[in-house]
């Protein structure tokens, strides 16, 4: 994978479970403290031309700096459960198909603390380059999990004593609800919102009051909502 941007290889640097194979960077392209982060850091890296660098890339995006790594390795549910600290924060993507939004998402939940993201192995974006450079590196320190079924999964955090929670229209104010302790949190898809049986699958449904026309909010900025409430109400 090429992964491009200085927030982005700047967050790869301080991550210990991503691979980088090699970095490029444009003579003269300055940042003068990003380029000895990369000396210092190990990895192999080689000053090259901008034009150069352009081709590499495939656009003019990269800000003087890209990065070819390993693959994204993905979280087994195992591995999830098994880190615990009794008060996890887990986002499940209900169908999240555009890159731009989940890379928004990650990058969100880093920031506000989640303990990992469950994705579906079909009908959703992947952890791509698009989404890696949307999250600013981001997924450098997140858990992302890839599962077959997003309702079986409910039903095994439910096992391990998270409450569960669909973030969909016509439910409970989410500011009447308590998010204390393990809560696991579904947000739906883009187009179709979070399905008729995972709405039944979990203990509440809870909903984001608008005083609008819009009668939806884009999926990332739902969440970035939702998680404030969580972190509110914890006093974070």
Not at 29 to 49: M, P
Not at 98 to 111: K, M, Q, S
Not at 156 to 170: I, N, S
Not at 206 to 213: C, E, F, L, Q, T
Request: net charge positive; charged share 20%.
């Amino acid at each position: 994978m090429i992964i491009q941007g200085r927030n982005a290889i700047e967050e790869l640097l301080k991550s210990n479970s991503t691979t980088i194979e090699k970095i490029l960077i444009a003579k003269g392209g300055g940042n003068e403290s990003l380029v000895t982060k990369i000396k210092q850091s190990g990895a192999k890296y080689q000053f090259v031309d901008r034009l150069a660098l352009d081709k590499s890339a495939n656009s003019k995006g990269h800000q003087g700096f890209i990065a070819y790594i390993s693959d994204y390795r993905y979280y087994g549910l195992d591995e999830i459960l098994e880190k615990k600290n009794g008060n996890e924060i887990v986002l499940l993507l209900d169908g999240i198909e555009d890159p731009h939004n989940l890379g928004n998402i990650i990058r969100t939940a880093e920031c506000m603390g989640v303990h990992a993201i469950i994705i579906p192995k079909n009908r959703s974006t992947t952890v791509t380059e698009t989404v890696i450079k949307v999250s600013a590196g981001a997924t450098a320190h997140m858990r992302v999990c890839k599962v077959t079924n997003i309702n079986s999964t409910l039903e095994t955090l439910k096992d391990h004593g998270f409450w569960t929670y669909a973030c969909e229209l016509g439910g409970t104010n989410i500011a009447k609800e308590n998010f204390n302790g393990k809560v696991a949190i579904v947000i739906g898809g883009e187009h179709s919102g979070v399905r008729h049986q995972t709405k039944k699958n979990v203990d509440v449904v809870v909903s984001i009051p608008m005083h609008g026309k819009t009668n939806s909010l884009n999926a990332a900025t739902a969440t970035a909502m939702i998680l404030y409430e969580v972190n509110r109400q914890r006093g974070g």
